[in-house]
């Protein structure tokens, strides 16, 4: 079965350089979450979409801005990176967000270290 | 704002022994509460869920009870495995008004053999 896609798994970026990272959700998964999740410590909500507009925000930093595409991809764009922003970025995607099944899969994480 | 607490933080078992985990939230319009499994490097794996309509669920060994008045909820594994050992996060979602889940701090499960 088709799972959430991420890209890329691993990423390497230098303080105050730029990165995107995107995800693929599973097929007619209308929303899209972003998480960070530090070391030890539990997934924060960054942002989330539905039928491709922002449907909630959490901590995310105003150096980073995300969107969701026509064909449902989403990605997080990171500027001016601190070495705090090192972390396992998480995407999770679900079924349209009117039904009860509200499930979200998640996928394998991107893993960021900015140096 | 919206938050969910969860206790303990870590939890040490023997094997085949019982261990519970719970949480309490903070939106009382949270009608979802899924629990993930997550282990090292991984990526969170749901393991079990209850809606807001629902007081308890069980599968297999595992099972979750919902009281929507106390806002609380709770994980039980039974027969406990080494294989068991894991964080185990709890979360509290809901589908009216935004769309966000709120994850817990995560309980690091230990089961000895």
């Known amino acids: 079965a088709a799972g959430v896609i991420q890209s890329p798994r691993h990423l390497i970026k230098e303080k105050r350089e730029t990165a995107t990272l995107k995800c693929y959700p599973i097929?007619?998964?209308?929303?899209v979450y972003w998480y960070q999740q530090g070391p030890g410590q539990d997934p924060q909500f960054l942002i989330s979409f539905y039928e491709k507009m922002q449907s909630d925000k959490g901590s995310i930093p105003d150096r980073f801005s995300a969107q969701q595409f026509s064909d449902y991809h989403s990605e997080l764009n990171m500027s001016s990176l601190e070495l705090g922003d090192s972390a396992l970025y998480f995407c999770?995607?679900?079924?349209?967000?009117?039904?009860?099944?509200?499930?979200?899969?998640f996928g394998q994480g991107t893993r960021l270290t900015v140096v | 704002g919206e938050n969910v607490e969860q206790h303990p933080s870590t939890l040490s078992v023997q094997e085949g022994d019982s261990a519970v985990i719970k949480c309490t939230y903070s939106d009382s319009a949270s009608n979802y509460f899924p629990w993930y499994k997550q282990e090292l490097g991984k990526r969170p794996q749901l393991i079990i869920d209850i809606r807001s309509n629902v007081g308890e669920k069980k599968d297999q060994r595992i099972a979750v009870t919902l009281n929507k008045t106390a806002k609380h909820f709770s994980l039980h594994i039974t027969e406990t495995q080494p294989e068991d050992s894991a964080v185990y996060f709890c979360?509290?979602?809901?589908?009216?008004?935004?769309?966000?889940?709120?994850f817990g701090a995560g309980t690091r499960l230990f089961v000895k053999a």
């Open positions: 979360a509290a979602s809901r589908s009216t008004g935004g769309f966000k889940t709120i």
């Open positions: 097929p007619r998964h209308d929303t």
């Open positions: 999770a995607s679900s079924p349209k967000r009117d039904a009860w099944d509200t499930e979200a899969f």
